[in-house]
């Protein structure tokens, strides 16, 4: 019977603290591959932030995010011995939390589609000009954050990942599984959008 | 009526945006994630450990098997390299030459195998018959090995016993 899972049950091989920078993910995931737990241990640490982000962008909800990443991280060690290197193992992890998350979020259903985005919309600071200003700032920042809310959910995944900050088109492309060329042209479509539903608001440009 | 230009839309629609994918740094993964996978190791390492382990166990049985006293297997015979080597028999002239010209049915040859002995099984290196010219056989008989290819016969027929079958 294989030894139950503990990171710390397999070392790797000694060294200083911060010294794995140099260990690239291939090496880490060849150690890992060969039963290396402290090796995956590694790769949690560099890759869990991108992975919660992921999530965070499908479901929008810290407490579901953690859960989605810790499935996407749990399978990611169940399925190593299948990864074959054809992508990166950052672009591999970022698949397998994508598509858990959105597993997460069909379970949850027409409850997140209810889900307010104005805590999001309340985290952007304003210009802080003035009260005036700012409150009318914080206005149009929940008028924009329910905008994305309201999209699609091809159009809104395309808009947040990309501008989540964390990941290249390529990546975000592996994720959702479309050609880069057609996640440019979903997120400039979510643009489109949001601004056409800021415009019946009576947010128009000013040319 | 608010006027905002296009760029301070594009600007916070970005803001907004990223900040629907931020969020506080998540608590670190590592300790929830061992202890979801402390009771379910992953499939594919105990296979392989599996897989080892019994790789490793037909090996050693293997080689139990090859090391029992007095069944060993009869070793193939190998020829001893300081024994003379076959010498090369010629080839049984069984094929007969005949005159060029003359129709005649070819003979087949066929060689016979020696019976098998027991334990070495020679197999004779067939002859090979020279090559001569159509020069060097019209000056004489074809010697009793040669083997002479007759040429094709022809049989004349006359264009008038040919019926037009319509």
Sequence with gaps: ?207 | MMNHESRDLDSVIDEVAQAMTRAERPRDLRAAIAERLEARPPSWLSGWRVAAASAAAAVVLLVAVMMRPGESPQPAHVADSSSPRPTVAPAPAVIQARAVGQPARRAVARQTIAPVTPGIVEIRPLAVVPFKTDDELSGGEAPSHMVVIAPIDVEQVRISQIELVE
């Excluded at chain 1, 150690?31 to 991108?50: E, K, N, T």
């Excluded at chain 1, 999001?120 to 905008?147: I, Y």
Aim: charged share 25%.
């Design chain 1, 1 to 207: 019977m294989a030894p139950a899972f503990s990171f710390h049950r397999y070392p790797t091989v000694e060294a200083p603290a911060g010294s794995t920078g140099c260990v690239t993910d291939d090496e880490l995931v060849r150690l890992a591959q060969a039963g290396d737990a402290g090796a995956f241990d590694q790769l949690v640490v560099r890759h869990q932030a991108a992975v919660f982000r992921a999530a965070l962008a499908a479901l929008r909800s810290p407490e579901d995010a953690e859960e989605a990443a810790q499935d996407a991280l749990v399978r990611a060690w169940q399925k190593l011995g299948a990864f074959r290197g054809e992508s990166t193992f950052r672009t591999w992890l970022l698949s397998i939390a994508w598509n858990r998350a959105l597993s997460r979020r069909r379970s949850i259903g027409a409850w997140f589609a209810r889900r307010a985005p104005i805590e999001a919309a309340d985290r952007v600071r304003g210009d802080g000009t003035g009260p005036l200003d700012a409150l009318r700032q914080r206005e149009l920042t929940r008028h924009v954050a329910a905008a994305i809310a309201g999209l699609s959910p091809k159009l809104r995944d395309a808009l947040l990942l990309a501008q989540a900050g964390e990941y290249g088109y390529d990546e975000i492309s592996a994720m959702l599984q479309v050609p880069v060329g057609t996640l440019k042209s979903r997120v400039f479509d979510a643009r489109r959008k949001v601004k056409q539903r800021l415009a019946a608001l009576g947010y128009v440009d000013g040319d």
